[in-house]
């Protein structure tokens, strides 16, 4: 992904930064929807490669928008600081409360397919 990263903050330079994000946006949510309704191992890990795809397209786009919009000094530094701070929080929460709930309902949890009902992967 490091390859696809350096290759995408270059196409960012040539095409523009929010150009790069909106699509990279729409990649991420779309294969995050694909990920919720898969109802087969291949599908689920070909939605997740999808996503790191469309990650590595966010990233880099997002942070060069973060430095363009915030002029250089405190204002920037503390937009980065918050930035990095919300990627590191959600990293620590996102594997905390992954690991409570495949403990608590299961790793073949399904969310409720309609209202009052829930289902399981067998």
């Known amino acids: 992904m490091r390859g696809l990263e350096r290759r995408l903050i270059e196409e960012g330079w040539a095409f523009g930064r929010r150009r790069l994000f909106q699509p990279g946006l729409?990649?991420?949510?779309?294969a995050s929807?694909?990920?919720g309704v898969a109802q087969s191992g291949g599908v689920l890990i070909a939605a997740?490669?999808?996503q790191g795809v469309g990650g590595a397209i966010i990233a880099p786009a997002a942070l060069s928008l973060l430095a363009d919009t915030?002029?250089?000094?405190p204002r920037r530094n503390k937009a980065l600081g918050v930035y990095g701070a919300m990627g590191g929080l959600g990293s620590v929460?996102?594997?905390?409360?992954g690991g409570a709930l495949t403990e608590c309902l299961g790793w073949r949890y399904r969310r409720p397919?309609?209202?009052?009902?829930?289902s399981r992967v067998t």
């Open 113 to 118: 397919a309609r209202r009052g009902q829930l």
């Open 48 to 50: 997740r490669v999808l």
């Open 33 to 35: 929807l694909l990920g």
């Open 70 to 73: 915030f002029p250089a000094g």
């Open 93 to 97: 929460v996102g594997l905390l409360l």
């Open 26 to 30: 729409v990649v991420f949510l779309l």
